[in-house]
């Protein structure tokens, strides 16, 4: 089940997002209004006019529904996130949150993802600075130094990856590069957040490994627990790669980023026992992949079940930390058991994506969820195991910049679109509405969506001249991000 967001389309200057608005199109509600009483004259106008009757009953249906669903959506606005925190993080699939957008989702997605953001703000990509391919700044700087100061978080560790490729026509060496950090929320945030959060935030692909590992399109099992290796469990090659890599050649080289995450995300689930916890991982394009692989992991060896809060009246799932994952532009990570399994472990995903982003589409571009299955998901094709399938609930936006390309993949787009004001009164509407869709059917992309509007897209740009193809550097997106905020 996925969630469509739909924004303004090419036409649209991307500098001006104040023109797109949201949708109040809400799904209809699963109500019985059978025992709906009405007057004594209605009901002997039923007896001789049943034609009118019905119609006077759909009318007063349609208002009982109209009077329950605006009910609802004030009881929601009024609601503090310290208890609604559980339903923001996606304890019901952020069921009847995105139709409409519920506020409070939406300022908690701008939220992680300008924590994302902070990683793309603090990388050093200068090769002359004794700090390249780390972080800038220190631990305790960090946040004040990009603009977080007040965040209610701090730093309490930095993650290192380092791929396990090496290319003899480049420069880069095979070692440890800053991926992200850990954080975790303040007392002060703690209250208003209603639970203490632990935050693991992962930027995009940078360098050229990176991208290499990005193209390692092959499936292996995942096999992060000894005890169970669950060969069905299959994921991308290249990130399982830069996920559990490390620097064995050097005697003082560092532990890989699984090592260096799990050791730090159990030191505070155990420093914090006894209070009510979330787990709440955050990343954009191949940092998201490495969000999910970590929310999988601790899922799957239960570090997330802690036995202290068995014992937390107010804890939830029996004991267990709820993990989330935000993933923005986010690509595919691994098949339908691995899928199948981070639904059985409850692990939550909401993958914001933009309908126009190349990335989203792989790997898998042919051999994905919509191609595994035959009569509308009922039977599943031999080669079902050897396709991608994306995990979560789907957020899409759609909006496209025929002289930048290279925004549909951009982060920084991504928020401020979601920070845009939310809709006028429909009589106000202009043609170019976003509209809020939540998708039944997992196998079909909808129409205006997906793969095949991208490529219609690009060939129309192409085949009119109206581009060049040099104006199509993906692989520079983030490292554009990177260059932009330095100093």
């Not at 700044?137 to 730093?155: F, I, P, T």
């Not at 589409?361 to 051999?367: A, E, H, N, Y």
């Not at 039977?379 to 930048?404: I, K, T």
């Amino acid at each position: 089940m996925a969630s469509k967001i739909h924004m303004p389309n090419s036409s649209t200057n991307m500098n001006n997002y104040n023109s797109f608005t949201f949708s109040e199109v809400t799904r209809p509600m699963s109500h019985s209004f059978g025992q709906v009483s009405l007057p004594n004259q209605i009901q002997k106008n039923l007896t001789s006019s049943s034609s009118s009757a019905a119609r006077h009953s759909s009318s007063v249906s349609a208002s009982v529904m109209s009077i329950r669903v605006a009910t609802s959506a004030i009881e929601m606005k009024q609601r503090s996130l310290s208890n609604f925190w559980r339903e923001i993080q996606g304890s019901n699939n952020w069921e009847d949150l995105v139709e409409p957008l519920h506020p409070l989702l939406r300022r908690e997605i701008i939220r992680y993802g300008e924590f994302v953001t902070a990683c793309y703000k603090a990388f050093d990509l200068d090769q002359s600075s004794k700090r390249y391919l780390s972080c800038k700044y220190g631990k305790k700087n960090m946040l004040r130094e990009v603009g977080m100061e007040n965040s209610g978080y701090q730093v309490t560790k930095y993650i290192y990856a380092t791929p396990d490729i090496n290319i003899p026509i480049t420069n880069e060496a095979s070692c440890g590069r800053w991926m992200g950090y850990v954080a975790v929320s303040s007392d002060d945030e703690v209250r208003r957040l209603g639970r203490r959060d632990i935050m693991v935030t992962f930027r995009g692909t940078v360098t050229n490994q990176e991208w290499i590992a990005n193209l390692m399109s092959n499936l292996t099992p995942a096999r992060l627990d000894p005890h169970n290796p669950r060969p069905e469990v299959m994921v991308e090659s290249g990130f399982l790669s830069l996920y559990t890599s490390d620097e064995s050649a050097d005697k003082f080289g560092l532990g890989s980023c699984r090592e260096q995450l799990l050791s730090e995300v159990s030191r505070l689930i155990n420093k914090y026992k006894g209070e009510e916890l979330s787990i709440t991982l955050a990343g954009h394009s191949m940092g998201s992949s490495i969000a999910l692989l970590l929310a999988y992991d601790l899922a799957e060896l239960g570090l997330n079940k802690s036995s202290s809060n068995n014992n937390n009246k107010n804890s939830i799932n029996g004991g267990e930390i709820p993990i989330t994952v935000f993933s923005f532009g986010g690509p595919r990570v691994g098949n339908s058991g691995f899928k199948e399994r981070c639904e059985e472990l409850g692990v939550k995903v909401l993958r914001i994506v933009n309908v126009n982003d190349p990335i989203t589409k792989m790997p898998g571009v042919l051999f994905n969820e919509n191609f595994r299955v035959l009569g509308g998901g009922r039977y599943d094709f031999p080669w079902s195991f050897s396709c991608y399938e994306h995990v979560g609930v789907e957020l899409v936006l759609d909006f496209f910049n025929m002289q930048n390309p290279t925004c549909v993949h951009d982060l920084e787009t991504y928020i401020s679109l979601l920070k845009s004001p939310p809709a006028p009164p429909a009589a106000n509407r202009s043609s170019t509405a976003v509209q809020i869709k939540r998708r039944e059917n997992s196998f079909n992309y909808g129409v205006g969506g997906g793969a095949d509007n991208f490529i219609e897209r690009a060939k129309e740009l192409f085949f009119n001249g109206q581009i060049n193809m040099n104006m199509w550097p993906w692989r520079n997106a983030a490292s554009n991000l990177v260059q932009s905020q330095r100093t």
